[in-house]
């Protein structure tokens, strides 16, 4: 797996324990600047419900050969809800210039009855930068 630098901008929690943490805002990757993409979908019918989830990747660089990252948690069904979470799929370019990602993977295991989902779909396209 290749290590791709990064460079941001570093914003102060603004507490002054030592269990503070800091949100890093990603400007560039590998020297390129970086882009997400909305994903949206709704898993598998499985124990008499199927759920919906909705979220953004993690940033990239653009112009290069990327995944990305992704994390959500699904809406609230029979009780419960369920974590998707995973790396895309490589960059599909698009006619027009941009391009988008597969992904597809299997929700964590929740509910009164333990089950998991099966989701797949595609992000929304990012624009050629």
Partial sequence: MKKIPLKG???ESGEG???HAHKMYVTAGDGQPVHAHPFTGTTS????HAHSYAG???PAPSRVEHTHAYHAETTFNDGHTHIIH???GPAIPLPHG???HYFEGNTTVNGSVPHAHHYSGRTGEANAD
């Fill in 45 to 48: 019918f499985d124990a008499g």
């Fill in 56 to 58: 953004t990747t993690g």
């Fill in 98 to 100: 941009g391009h988008l």
């Fill in 9 to 11: 901008i570093v914003f």
């Fill in 86 to 88: 995973g790396v895309t």
């Fill in 17 to 19: 324990s030592a269990d």
